[in-house]
């Protein structure tokens, strides 16, 4: 406990003593020692108080807390030792209350502090010693046993671990971590005993990170506080003129002590610091760190966000997007051949291409003989097979690209992917497309910020031009910056700050000077000692975009409520003061009288710590959510296919049109029929029970009818189509359900996913 908390509280009880005392006193027929006694209480609050007030004058600074000394002096001199015992009671009890009140809600924060692991089990050979944690150093092998924190960063060297990773990110679920996966430090081993390897010293862990954050969210002070101490001023003056009227009025100057004991201004004192520090600990319990209640308020003030690209608003890295293949080609084996010749290349995309074929359940060969063109391709064999993978200059194919090529070229180009062309015997077979692509919750929190009040957005990217349009013009964002480097981010930072308080959002370490330049810094992930997130005035502990909303959303709601409890406390003030004015209030009643405000004030301020009315609704289970994101991922897989038969129905005889078309319209019945039918009935019914709106499920019922619809299209033009009568204004026709088919499912899919996501628990 700090020199000033031990004196707040000396002071209390003093002020205690000495009024209990005086009361004993009284009640002893000695109004004499009474007198004393009261004096005695007041005096060592009047000396505190004074003490305060110089050393605020001599840094520059005047508070109203002029008018608490005030009041006691005044009560001392005019032969009122009981009111101003009173007085001397309700400040120095008002300053603990706000340290109690600010403990309460630093207690989410100090948990984090609280729980950081001291030491580490190393392995030395065939034994396990216990270490302190700073002598563990990068390379070396921990033991993490069931139930104990994860000392340092690291990566995971046995077969698997189950970690909770709610004290770092927020997230409620263990997550399964498989070798060769990063941990960080401060998550909790859910599972069996593991083995990590050091990747960060203790220091530049991330936990590290964040106990150094936490410590500057507890000692920083918020501009609005500052503010309140400036609006405070006005008080003073005012307070003075009412008194010098009420003492005109009555020429009796005790009721002008009454008016200055009812104007004590603890409601301005008290109400911003602990709203915004209540703020604080509400935003940490969603994995959002803010470094001191000042980047909260400047969160509430903002007007626009700048956003990085990769990592930020994608997901930072390649995926695989589609695989295109030759008329009559299999996608499957496209991406298995493909796949197991990639598993010899060094390339980044090479770890892209065999992760999707392994999520697919596909058997991997092991390649011979690989030769690797760097910046080309590679080839090799493969169950006696000769496999290239690379550019389609790389293949021994003709000049002239043919019409699948050319449409896989194409649409790369749409939608600024790579493109690797795959290759057996000479002959090319397929291709897979691979791009970085939006992260699943950026509509969402793009979304989210508007309802927030974010007036302009914009993404600000290394990026080329064509890849960051698509993905500018797929948000609706207001403005895409490309092609620009650090310091182009920095300027892009200072010209929207000229215009309106701006927030800057990234997550690598390019972001870093942007971050530190923007009147709030945003880090978007959990790295908590990289140079991101030591720039950034709030770190997202958990890597999801959203919670930036959320965060704006608690900052809005704690700068409103330390406003509102100013406002009101301040007014519940001057009614007192008026009816002191009027001789309604004594010195003693008015003191008690502003202590009940003191206390309605704190009370009030502490309700940031609170989600906000309405938040805390009924939600969907966790299992339900992975339940019904597992059936779209195979909805998705059967959607891929009806794709791939559209592609196919550009330039088939008639018989295999009408194979295709029967196998759309099978997969269709069985597949996407009825998944919506299933939605319908079982999934919306439960989502009904914890939604606010239900406008929103009737729009996603009418799309349920409009595929059902289409469904029963593709059904007649099946029923309608003998092989002999077969014609191109069928198959279009066919190809056109099927097409808008897919895409509704796709489109409707997304749309739940955002609705299943805002009522996950």
């Not at 083995?195 to 106990?211: D, K």
Request: aromatic share 2%; with cysteine.
């Amino acid at each position: 406990m700090s020199f000033e908390r031990v004196l707040r509280w000396a002071l209390v009880a003093i002020a205690i003593a000495g009024l209990t005392a005086g009361i004993l006193a009284r009640a002893a027929g000695r109004p004499d020692l009474a007198g004393l006694a009261w004096a005695i209480g007041t005096a060592p609050v009047i000396g505190g108080l004074a003490f305060s007030i110089v050393r605020d004058l001599l840094n520059g600074r005047l508070g109203v807390d002029a008018i608490a000394l005030l009041s006691m002096s005044a009560a001392l001199a005019l032969g009122q030792p009981l009111a101003g015992a009173v007085v001397a009671l309700m400040y120095s009890g008002g300053n603990v209350l706000e340290d109690i009140a600010v403990a309460r809600a630093e207690r989410d924060l100090r948990s984090l502090v609280d729980r950081a692991p001291r030491h580490a089990h190393r392995k030395s050979g065939e034994r396990i010693e216990e270490v302190p944690v700073d002598a563990v150093s990068v390379g070396e092998e921990l033991l993490v046993r069931a139930g104990e924190i994860v000392p340092v960063d690291g990566i995971v060297g046995s077969a698997s671990a189950t970690i909770d990773e709610s004290a770092v990110t927020g997230e409620p679920i263990p997550v399964e971590k498989a070798r060769g996966s990063a941990i960080l430090s401060g998550s909790l081993n859910a599972g069996e005993t593991f083995e990590l390897t050091v990747t960060a010293p203790a220091g530049e862990s991330t936990y590290a990170g964040i106990v150094r954050m936490v410590t500057a969210a507890q000692t920083a002070k918020a501009p609005f506080v500052r503010m309140a101490d400036r609006y405070a001023l006005i008080l003073l003056p005012v307070t003075l003129v009412i008194a010098f009227v009420a003492w005109r009025i009555s020429g009796d100057l005790t009721r002008s002590l009454a008016v200055l004991v009812a104007a004590t201004p603890c409601p301005l004192i008290l109400a911003a610091p602990v709203a915004f520090i209540a703020g604080v600990a509400q935003a940490a319990r969603r994995g959002i760190l803010a470094k001191g209640s000042g980047a909260l308020e400047a969160l509430a003030r903002a007007h626009t966000v700048l956003f990085d690209k990769t990592g930020t608003l994608t997901v930072g890295g390649a995926r695989l997007l589609s695989i295109e293949v030759a008329p009559g080609g299999d996608p499957d084996e496209v991406l298995r051949l493909g796949a197991s010749l990639e598993q010899a290349s060094h390339h980044v995309l090479a770890k892209t291409v065999v992760a999707a074929a392994v999520e697919r359940g596909l058997e991997l060969k092991a390649p011979e003989q690989v030769k690797e063109a760097m910046g080309s391709g590679l080839s090799g064999l493969i169950d006696g097979q000769q496999v290239m993978a690379g550019t389609r200059q790389m293949l021994p194919s003709n000049s002239e690209p043919s019409p699948w090529e050319r449409r896989a070229i194409r649409r790369a180009s749409w939608r600024s992917a790579l493109i690797v062309f795959v290759a057996v015997d000479g002959r090319t077979i397929g291709a897979l497309l691979l791009a970085d692509e939006l992260r699943a919750d950026t509509p969402r929190a793009i979304r989210l910020l508007r309802d927030a009040g974010i007036a302009r957005m914009v993404m600000v990217t290394g990026d080329r031009a064509a890849a960051a349009q698509a993905i500018g013009a797929a948000l609706d964002l207001d403005a895409v910056l490309a092609d620009r480097v650090p310091s182009d981010k920095v300027e892009a930072v200072r010209g929207e700050q000229r215009l309106h308080p701006t927030i800057m959002v990234g997550d690598g370490i390019n972001d870093a000077p942007a971050l530190a330049v923007a009147d709030v810094g945003v880090a978007l992930g959990a790295r908590g000692a990289s140079a991101s997130s030591e720039a950034a005035d709030v770190v997202i502990l958990a890597d999801r975009l959203d919670r930036v909303g959320e965060a704006i959303i608690i900052a809005q709601r704690a700068r409103r409520i330390a406003l509102q409890s100013i406002v009101v406390g301040m007014g519940l003030s001057l009614v007192a003061m008026v009816a002191a004015t009027l001789g309604w209030l004594a010195p003693v009643p008015a003191a008690i009288t502003q202590e009940v405000i003191d206390v309605a004030v704190i009370v009030n301020a502490l309700r940031a710590l609170t989600p906000a009315l309405g938040a805390g609704g009924r939600r969907i289970t966790p299992e339900q959510g992975l339940r019904l994101h597992h059936d779209h991922q195979t909805l998705f897989r059967d959607l891929d296919r009806l794709r791939k038969i559209v592609d196919a129905l550009d330039d088939v005889t008639p018989e295999s049109a009408e194979t295709l078309i029967g196998e759309a319209q099978r997969l269709v019945q069985s597949s996407v029929v009825k998944h919506e039918r299933d939605d319908e009935d079982s999934v919306y019914p439960k989502l009904a029970e914890v939604l606010r709106e239900r406008h929103g499920l009737s729009a996603m019922s009418r799309a349920h009818r409009e595929i059902l619809h289409l469904a029963r299209l593709l059904s007649r033009i099946v029923e309608d189509m003998p092989s002999e009568k077969i014609d191109r204004y069928i198959v279009r026709d066919a190809q056109r359900v099927i097409e808008a088919i897919e895409t509704l499912v796709r489109m409707h899919t997304a749309q739940e996913e955002d609705i299943y996501e805002a009522v996950a628990a």
